[in-house]
């Protein structure tokens, strides 16, 4: 189309002395908009199958391509409603009112009664509400019948609509929205949505339709809301201090993992890394005179990707000046035990698609085994001294003697991870702290020598709940001189490289840090547990690391 076959529009083109009619001015922007759409949506509609294809041509048939995602405007003599709203507001009417009201939402269902009627259903927010177009109920306009005749060509599931019509409810008693004007397509889906996918692969490649699908994925994003916010607002509640520290870090420390590493254009000789944990500078406001906090955030570890673990995932952490191991356990289970309580209240609401956890009692307080004769007692051995030169030699032959799979690298502490996942882990079905776990195990907790086995070792606690860690928890390690020892020690027991002294933290610890106890606990694996889901890939919007490279990948 040229411009310079619009005569009437010259005027305006070239801005004549005289001022151009507004009409004339509207006409000309309209037109030209109309143009410059078509002609992009024409030149952009990017690759695409049969189905496609299909599609597109029965969206041109009836108008340009470019008139179908207008802008949302709100329609002048109607009350803008949700469908939540809506529902709110006539749920208790029982005949049609007079009422001009306007919603919007996604098809979710097309039914034709002959060529005069048809009923949508819209659905936007978790809410559904019936749509009636009636062709003799619609206002008189111009080419209505024809417009009527398009749109009944051309709505499909998955496109968002607008209505303006009056509430009602029909001879069978739903309650509807009776159309006064063809519904407005406001953006087509160009793809049918099956009602159903069972193939894991194409569901991790597009979490989008999984949510189109299935009500599932939106129910574990409503529990993994209702998580944080829990914990939040107890730890708020109990006059915690939420807190940020810093995602990027030079040493990355407060944990034994394998970090990501970078580069930071301003910085280009330090490598930076990713966070493995919050933990360290969280002790440094403490050190600087907080008195109780709490971060939420993300952390990363450049390990495996299995049921259990991503690298990266959700963590909560919290350090309270004063707070003994007994303290800091009996707050534990008055947090795991109100969660679960306030989730239940709210599960046939909220999250219906997801199956309550069974078999667990979360009545508390919890079960406590603590961890050298727990393992001496299922094995029939006596664990070596741990403090020996030998320990890890010993404890070799103990494996052979009990036909356990040695595990790859055998440190110390790998040993002593396995035989804890062989002996004790298996019987913490129930909430469960595991207790008194060995010192090697344990660089930032306090440390004592236990007189029931006479080994050395940590204030620390881990709770278990179906055989899976869930919080892991601490009188912390205040002495500069012990947090040396530790981190020296930590170092001989993993040759390979894990670990290292962090000479800032430890300088931090020389201005004083006060007697504190803390946890980190695992964000994620509550949503599994209250989700009853056994693959962390199950709840997480868009999968783990595999999926989210996957969907990048995608062609």
């Known amino acids: ?241 939420e807190v940020e520290t810093p995602i990027f870090d030079v040493n990355a420390g407060g944990a034994i993992a394998r970090p990501f590493e970078t580069i930071a254009n301003e910085l280009s000789s330090v490598p930076i890394r990713l966070r493995i944990a919050p933990e360290l500078n969280l002790k440094r406001l403490i050190i600087g005179g907080q008195d109780r906090i709490f971060e939420i955030g993300r952390v990363f570890r450049n390990e495996g990707v299995d049921n259990t673990h991503n690298p990266e995932f959700s963590t909560c952490e919290f350090y309270e000046v004063g707070a003994t191991l007994p303290s800091v356990i009996a707050r534990t289970e008055q947090l795991i035990h109100g969660l679960h309580t306030a989730i239940e209240s709210l599960r046939s609401t909220y999250f219906p698609s997801l199956a309550t956890p069974e078999g667990i009692d979360f009545s508390h307080p919890f079960a406590q085994l603590p961890f050298i004769p727990t393992i001496e007692k299922a094995s029939g051995r006596k664990l070596p001294d741990l403090s020996s030169p030998n320990a890890t030699k010993e404890l070799l032959e103990m494996f052979k003697d009990l036909d356990i799979i040695i595990p790859p690298n055998p440190t110390l502490p790998r040993l002593l991870d396995t035989l804890a996942e062989q002996y004790i882990e298996p019987l913490c079905a129930n909430p469960t702290f595991i207790t008194h776990h060995p010192e090697a195990l344990s660089p930032l907790s306090k440390s004592f020598v236990d007189p029931v086995t006479n080994q050395r070792v940590a204030f620390r606690v881990e709770l278990f709940i179906h055989s899976r860690e869930y919080v892991n928890a601490y009188e912390e390690e205040n002495s500069p001189f012990e947090q040396r020892r530790k981190f020296m020690q930590q170092l001989e027991l993993h040759p390979e490289g894990e670990g290292a002294i962090d000479e800032s933290y430890l300088e931090a610890l020389e201005w004083g840090m006060p007697p504190t106890g803390g946890w980190g606990c695992g964000l994620d694996r509550l949503v599994m547990l209250f989700a009853s889901k056994k693959r962390i890939a199950d709840v997480l919007p868009f999968g783990t690391l595999r999926n989210v490279v996957s969907i990048a990948k995608h062609k």
């Open 1 to 241: 189309m040229s411009r310079y076959s619009l005569n009437f529009l010259r005027p305006y083109l070239y801005r004549a002395t005289a001022p151009a009619r507004p009409e004339y001015a509207r006409a000309y922007v309209s037109v030209q908009r109309r143009y410059a759409q078509t002609v992009a949506a024409e030149d952009f509609t990017g690759p695409h199958d049969v189905e496609k294809q299909k599609r597109l041509d029965q969206l041109r048939n009836v108008k340009p391509l470019g008139d179908y995602h207008p802008q949302l405007v709100y329609p002048t003599g109607a009350e803008s409603l949700s469908l939540r709203d809506f529902h709110a507001k006539y749920e208790g009417i029982q005949e049609t009112k007079s009422d001009i009201v306007s919603v919007f939402g996604r098809v979710r269902s097309v039914r034709s009664h002959g060529s005069k009627l048809m009923f949508l259903d819209i659905e936007r927010d978790t809410q559904r509400l019936q749509v009636m177009v009636e062709l003799k109920k619609l206002i008189a306009q111009d080419d209505l019948s024809e417009e009527f005749k398009g749109f009944k060509k051309i709505a499909r599931i998955g496109d968002w609509v607008s209505i303006k019509g009056t509430p009602t409810r029909t001879s069978t008693g739903q309650l509807s929205v009776l159309a006064a004007e063809v519904p407005q397509i406001l953006a087509p889906c160009l793809h049918h949505i099956p009602e159903k996918i069972d193939n894991a692969e194409a569901l991790a490649r597009r979490p989008h339709i999984h949510q189109l699908t299935s009500d599932e994925p939106s129910d574990i994003l409503r529990l993994r809301a209702l998580i944080y916010d829990y914990v939040r607002t107890y730890f708020i509640q109990s006059g915690f201090l």
